[in-house]
């Protein structure tokens, strides 16, 4: 039996074999790049920008550009690629990642303006709740690289805030409770300590441990513009919301 293939769909079937889909080349330059061969990676990451310009890949292929410059040492490779990505993409997620490799690069009079930008970046991705598992990873990545930063206690507040409205308690506690271990000094320690104390209380209605946070909050910052705030939580926590003063006077007033 014979078999008759249209000339149509061979000539498809032709091109679609000669042509490796935006997947498979991302996938074949990060393979090349973990192992050493940076040349070919760089090839890879090219191709895929030349071929499939407006692939949800394009973007992750110059950040793979930038970050193989900075293997080399090339830190003008690193600040055309990185700047590219941002104009070409300037929606792209894979934005605040270029930065923090230019961040890794330039000394530390510059850096700290680098980094603000990071963290500028993450504040109005945070704004967003489908934009937040990014601004958190980008975030992270400005604490553990830049640990000294300036903007480094900034960045665990937020990752906090984000975490506690995401509903992940026990992670914004944790978050909170690492700026107050590590950033001693912080401007947010004060607001972080409530915070604390309110997860306990409101969320996970551990009233024991609220209680010790906000003692520890009015111990440690008495004059704080939360002291007042704390008291009251101290004194009602637990309450069935219809014994509160308040809320009698409410009543009462309808």
């Not at 793979?64 to 690629?81: E, M, N, P, Q």
């Not at 230019?102 to 990071?118: M, N």
């Not at 990545?141 to 930063?149: D, I, M, Q, Y």
């Not at 513009?225 to 009462?252: C, T, Y």
Request: some cysteine.
């Amino acid at each position: 039996m014979q078999l008759w293939v249209p000339l149509g769909l061979l000539l498809v079937m032709w091109l679609g074999c000669g042509q490796p889909s935006p997947d498979r080349l991302y996938r074949a330059a990060r393979k090349a790049q973990m192992e050493g061969r940076l040349d070919k990676a760089e090839r890879r990451y090219r191709k895929l920008l030349e071929r499939y310009p407006q692939d949800e890949l394009a973007d992750d292929a110059l950040l793979g550009i930038a970050s193989l410059a900075k293997v080399r040492g090339d830190t003008a490779g690193v600040f055309r690629a990185a700047d590219e990505l941002c104009r070409r993409y300037p929606n792209s997620p894979r934005r605040g990642e270029a930065w923090l490799l230019k961040a890794e690069i330039v000394g530390p009079e510059i850096r700290e303006v680098v980094l603000d930008t990071v963290y500028r970046l993450a504040v109005r991705m945070g704004a967003s709740q489908g934009s937040l598992e990014v601004a958190g990873e980008l975030l992270r990545a400005l604490v553990e690289r830049f640990p000294e930063g300036a903007l480094a206690d900034d960045a665990l507040f937020m990752l906090g805030q984000i975490a506690q409205n995401r509903g992940r308690h026990e992670e914004a506690i944790a978050r909170y409770q690492d700026l107050l271990e590590k950033y001693p000094d912080s401007e947010h320690n004060y607001k972080a300590q409530f915070m604390i104390g309110f997860i306990y209380s409101e969320n996970l209605h551990d009233y024991s441990m609220a209680r010790k946070a906000f003692k520890k909050l009015l111990e440690e910052y008495p004059d704080c513009d939360l002291a007042l705030s704390a008291r009251w939580m101290l004194e009602n926590m637990g309450k069935p919301l219809e014994s509160l003063d308040i809320f009698k006077k409410e009543v009462q007033g309808d």
